[in-house]
């Protein structure tokens, strides 16, 4: 796959007060493949806002390189950034569209820039917003929507020129969780059907584990981990992505919980990971049923991350001492990446 | 000494056609000048789509230098310029240079402030998609902030009438020249309420149209 995006080495910094500089992206280097989502995560202040404004050079990185397409921004003048800027669309946080216009005037308004003549402009505008589901309310004005409708009218207008590129600025963030569902099924298509390279930047997990392809992780500047989305799930290795990781899934339980647990639980208990690739749960109604085991769930966390199960169950087992003891060297024997935790009680 | 009715009624209409007159050639004369000099003090100010300190620190004091003077001082001090361009300083054209100058670096502040308070997303909008700064000015910033415009414009409408009365004063003809001649310099009250009274009128019928137009614009 070619890289449609690639960051070189990027640093910005702005000046501060008293001859200081303030950095907010600190040597960033990270490759998007064409047709893949990434996602960049990381507290507010992290940098990823400056990241994204950094790709389509709204803002001019102070060192590194960025190529978009092949083409290197930081070679081109105003005048040809601006020519690349209308290959990339951008989705807004707050929509930021225009009142002036009406939700068709909208959508066409890139088109107008880019020198479409008038009839095209209508008739590509209105085919942008049959793809979002919003053709009839091509006359309405913005104030006449839904916090919904407007992001998916924002969405049609960042798709109105064909970009190959999308970048979403916590495009859903502002939404209640059942129109950011309707976003997100929204850009899913976008990426799934158009086949249109996005990046987006995010503090929601769930956006995450439900659209990227790729996950960057951006703490002080700095992407601090980057990979393939399932895996930094499930082998978070920095303190702040497992922060996020944990936000997302239920975590398996340790310490005051692992006691409170215990409290309701006076039986043996263990954790199984769930994974796509730790067998251990797959064999555990097996392994159970030929030791003799009978089980309760005392916890379990376990969500769908890019179309695939992870999380962990915690069982309190009850049955024959021995039974119990043979189980858990059965399951232990099983184990390939994912050990399962006995935590003896 | 009481005026004779019939032959003053026309009298007012003429005098108040010039008020006309004087009031709008200055409206769209400073609207249009205002408008570039407000536009340019938008653009030109830090943080701004075309940043130049030079640019915007001239206009800005020179603003600041203008908008102070009570607009008799103008007309005074500005005589000799009005002769310079108009040729004379006395009539209703005479009147209209001063009144456009004052009026231009007035216009020029309502049009700067109401460009600021366009939300700065809807700019950061129309930069990703690949405009330029003279295209987000004219396509993005103005017709966001129209419906403001529209209401600065017609505060300034008000305000012109306002001066037109005083410039007719110091010979500038219209109403104010009518109030002047004939109901101060003459004792006669009866004149001066005709004259009080026509620019009451044109004040409410400026706001009125101000007010419906504004409310077209915004959509409420």
């Known amino acids: 796959m070619t890289a449609v995006i690639e960051l070189r080495d990027v640093r910005k910094t702005y000046p501060g007060k008293h001859g200081t500089e303030f950095t907010a992206v600190d040597g960033v280097s990270l490759t998007v493949a064409e047709g893949t989502v990434l996602g960049v995560v990381g507290h507010s202040g992290a940098g990823k806002s400056t990241l994204l404004r950094l790709v389509n050079h709204l803002e001019v990185p102070t060192a590194g390189r960025v190529l978009v397409g092949g083409r290197d921004l930081t070679a081109l003048d105003e005048r040809g950034r601006r020519a690349v800027r209308r290959s990339v669309g951008m989705v807004f946080q707050h929509v930021n569209l225009f009142r002036s216009r009406t939700v068709l005037g909208n959508v066409a308004y890139p088109l107008r820039l880019a020198g479409t003549p008038r009839a095209e402009a209508r008739r590509r505008a209105l085919e942008v917003l049959r793809f979002v589901g919003l053709e009839d309310r091509a006359r309405h004005w913005p104030e006449q929507l839904s916090g919904g409708q407007r992001q998916r009218v924002g969405v049609a207008r960042a798709l109105a020129t064909s970009p190959k590129v999308l970048l979403c600025d916590e495009a859903t963030s502002a939404l209640d969780p059942q129109t950011t569902r309707e976003v997100l099924e929204l850009l899913r298509r976008v990426n799934t059907e158009l086949g249109i390279t996005i990046v987006l930047i995010t503090h929601e997990m769930d956006v995450v584990r439900f659209l990227c392809d790729q996950v960057a992780v951006m703490s002080e500047g700095r992407v601090v981990e980057n990979g393939e989305v399932y895996e930094v799930f499930a082998r978070p290795r920095h303190p702040v992505t497992k922060v996020f990781v944990r936000s997302a899934l239920g975590d398996p339980p340790e310490g005051e919980a692992l006691e409170r647990l215990r409290g309701r639980h006076p039986g043996r208990l263990v954790t199984v990971p769930v994974t796509r690739d730790a067998p251990g749960a797959a064999h555990l109604s097996r392994l159970l049923r030929e030791h003799r085991v009978d089980f309760t769930i005392a916890h379990a966390g376990v969500g769908e991350v890019r179309d695939a199960a992870l999380g962990s169950v915690t069982l309190e087992l009850r049955g024959a001492e021995g039974d119990v003891d043979a189980f858990v060297a059965a399951l232990d024997a099983v184990r390939t990446t994912a050990k399962a935790v006995v935590n003896a009680g | ?220």
Not at chain 2, 43 to 58: D, E, I, Q, W
Not at chain 2, 116 to 132: C, F, K, Q, Y
Not at chain 2, 154 to 169: C, Q, Y
């Open chain 2, 1 to 220: 000494m009481q005026a004779d009715w019939s032959t003053f009624w026309p009298k007012v209409v003429d005098a108040t056609g010039e008020t006309v007159y004087m009031v709008l050639v200055t409206l769209a004369l400073s609207a249009v000048l205002g408008m570039a000099v407000g536009l340019t003090l938008y653009a030109t100010r830090k943080g701004g789509v075309l940043p130049n300190r030079l640019v915007f620190a001239v206009l800005n004091t020179l603003v600041n230098v203008v908008r102070p003077v009570p607009f008799v001082i103008a007309i005074v001090a500005l005589s000799p310029v009005t002769r310079g361009v108009v040729g004379t300083m006395i009539g209703t054209d005479a009147a209209v240079f001063p009144m456009v100058v004052v009026a231009t670096f007035g216009v020029a502040r309502i049009v700067e402030t109401n460009l600021l308070s366009v939300e700065s997303g809807v700019i950061e909008a129309a930069r990703s998609m690949g405009a330029g700064p003279l295209r987000i000015l004219l396509t993005v910033l103005v017709p966001e902030a129209l419906g403001p415009l529209v209401l600065g414009f017609t505060f300034m409408l008000v305000a012109l009438i306002d001066f037109s009365a005083v410039a007719g004063t110091v010979g500038g003809g219209g109403v104010g020249n009518l109030a002047m001649t004939y109901g101060y310099l003459r004792f006669d009250t009866s004149v001066m309420v005709v004259a009080v009274a026509v620019l009451i009128a044109l004040v409410q019928l400026a706001q009125l149209l101000g007010n419906a137009l504004a409310r077209k614009v915004l959509r409420r």
